[in-house]
């Protein structure tokens, strides 16, 4: 909620989109006051612009929501629906929810998924990570412990709705990831050096080459136009989730010590309150980065065991499976070899080869959207 002061000097003003009704907000992006229907409007014909110039769907499509139950998957549930009606996009849309198999978190979080099947009345499908790949993440971190879970979360994730969209046949699948999402990962790419990575994140689809493409209507979102900020911040806004009464979960995940990425978000937050349009600045940054036509990228493949795209002999999903059900719970974490580089050079993995260069590697999850 606005302090007093910034709810009395609110109160004063007109809105300044339709000079007719009372502003209640100033909006984080534009730094507009103005009324709650002018910010639906504003919000939702963003997006839908965003849809529009970017020839995201096709009429008939079956679109596939990633929805975790969260914050920015509601919302995006929500108002693809509405669009999807209001602008006859003539889309076929379903909730796809992963089960990571976090006891207290995913758990309740998809409690909140099969409410919002039946508010927005569009059919939901879970995959788990149980069934998909034998083990759930409350197991994993009892193998690997709460450093670097992320990356075990982030890549079988990734896999899992592509899965989970395969099942339900669908053409495209979209995220939740919002423009503070964005920035965050073009910074983290920059960190890594990770320039294959840093030439795709800021793509609004991706995965058009592999088995299905994902999109991002939120590219250019701010996350404080989609749900209150947090109250800890000190810093309170009246946002879409919020004045749409939406029910969404809201609880960090317990499994979520992800220190680099949380330092990145921390530092964008920071340029943000100086200066609104960092974040926008820094999406168009990543967009606009060329790389040398003489810099060597990483070819497309697939996976010799599961058939799933990859750069490598496996993929990541498989490398890092396979060294859990070996007892080798680092196999593949950070810059560790693996059975892809000790393939290649006929290399034995050793324990304590991978224990060496876990010291050196940051927990950083994917950085792939
Ligand atoms: N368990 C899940 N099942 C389905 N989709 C998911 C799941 N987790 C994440 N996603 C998708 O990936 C997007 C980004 O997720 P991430 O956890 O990085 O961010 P978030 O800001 O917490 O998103 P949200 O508020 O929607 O949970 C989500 O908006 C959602 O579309």
Redesign the pocket.
């Given at each position: 909620m606005p302090s007093g002061e910034e709810a009395k000097k609110s109160d004063s003003r007109q809105c300044c989109i339709c000079s007719l009704r009372r502003a209640v907000l100033k909006r984080p992006k534009t730094q507009q006051q103005i009324c709650r229907e002018c910010f639906f409007s504003a919000f939702e014909n963003e997006i839908h612009q965003v849809i529009v110039e970017n020839q995201l769907f096709r009429p008939g499509e079956r679109v596939a929501?990633?929805?975790?139950?969260?914050?920015?998957?509601?919302v995006?549930a929500y108002v693809l629906s509405e669009l999807n009606r209001r602008h006859n996009y003539g889309l076929d849309l379903y909730l796809?929810?992963?089960d990571?198999g976090i006891t207290g978190y995913?758990d309740d979080s998809l409690e909140t998924v099969k409410r919002n099947e039946v508010q927005y009345g569009l059919p939901l499908k879970i995959v788990s990570y149980k069934s998909l790949y034998g083990w759930t993440m409350d197991e994993i971190v009892k193998a690997i412990g709460l450093k670097n879970n992320c990356t075990f979360c982030g890549v079988f994730?990734r896999q899992a709705?592509d899965r989970g969209a395969a099942l339900l046949k669908t053409d495209k699948l979209v995220?939740?990831?919002?423009a503070d999402?964005m920035a965050e990962t073009v910074l983290l790419n920059i960190l890594r050096g990770d320039i294959a990575r840093l030439s795709r994140c800021t793509l609004i689809t991706t995965g058009e080459d592999g088995p299905i493409p994902r999109c991002k209507p939120f590219k250019y979102t701010y996350e404080k136009e989609i749900v209150i900020y947090p109250p800890h911040l000190k810093n309170y806004f009246y946002t879409y989730a919020y004045f749409k009464k939406l029910d969404y979960f809201s609880t960090e995940c317990i499994y979520s010590p992800n220190a680099y990425r949380g330092f990145a978000r921390e530092f964008i937050k920071d340029l943000e309150r100086i200066r609104p349009r960092a974040i926008i600045d820094i999406i168009r940054s990543g967009e606009n980065f060329r790389i040398s036509t003489s810099t060597k990228m990483p070819e497309q493949g697939t996976c010799e065991l599961c058939g799933y795209i990859s750069s490598q002999k496996w993929c990541k999903a498989c490398v890092l499976l396979d060294g859990l059900n070996r007892g080798l719970p680092r196999q593949g974490i950070g810059r560790t070899r693996g059975p892809n580089s000790a393939k290649k050079d006929g290399l034995k993995i050793q324990p304590e080869m991978e224990t060496e260069s876990v010291v050196r590697s940051k927990p950083c999850g994917t950085l792939d959207f």
């Amino acid at each position: 909620m606005p302090s007093g002061e910034e709810a009395k000097k609110s109160d004063s003003r007109q809105c300044c989109i339709c000079s007719l009704r009372r502003a209640v907000l100033k909006r984080p992006k534009t730094q507009q006051q103005i009324c709650r229907e002018c910010f639906f409007s504003a919000f939702e014909n963003e997006i839908h612009q965003v849809i529009v110039e970017n020839q995201l769907f096709r009429p008939g499509e079956r679109v596939a929501i990633g929805a975790s139950g969260g914050k920015d998957s509601t919302v995006l549930a929500y108002v693809l629906s509405e669009l999807n009606r209001r602008h006859n996009y003539g889309l076929d849309l379903y909730l796809l929810s992963v089960d990571e198999g976090i006891t207290g978190y995913r758990d309740d979080s998809l409690e909140t998924v099969k409410r919002n099947e039946v508010q927005y009345g569009l059919p939901l499908k879970i995959v788990s990570y149980k069934s998909l790949y034998g083990w759930t993440m409350d197991e994993i971190v009892k193998a690997i412990g709460l450093k670097n879970n992320c990356t075990f979360c982030g890549v079988f994730r990734r896999q899992a709705l592509d899965r989970g969209a395969a099942l339900l046949k669908t053409d495209k699948l979209v995220t939740g990831h919002n423009a503070d999402d964005m920035a965050e990962t073009v910074l983290l790419n920059i960190l890594r050096g990770d320039i294959a990575r840093l030439s795709r994140c800021t793509l609004i689809t991706t995965g058009e080459d592999g088995p299905i493409p994902r999109c991002k209507p939120f590219k250019y979102t701010y996350e404080k136009e989609i749900v209150i900020y947090p109250p800890h911040l000190k810093n309170y806004f009246y946002t879409y989730a919020y004045f749409k009464k939406l029910d969404y979960f809201s609880t960090e995940c317990i499994y979520s010590p992800n220190a680099y990425r949380g330092f990145a978000r921390e530092f964008i937050k920071d340029l943000e309150r100086i200066r609104p349009r960092a974040i926008i600045d820094i999406i168009r940054s990543g967009e606009n980065f060329r790389i040398s036509t003489s810099t060597k990228m990483p070819e497309q493949g697939t996976c010799e065991l599961c058939g799933y795209i990859s750069s490598q002999k496996w993929c990541k999903a498989c490398v890092l499976l396979d060294g859990l059900n070996r007892g080798l719970p680092r196999q593949g974490i950070g810059r560790t070899r693996g059975p892809n580089s000790a393939k290649k050079d006929g290399l034995k993995i050793q324990p304590e080869m991978e224990t060496e260069s876990v010291v050196r590697s940051k927990p950083c999850g994917t950085l792939d959207f």
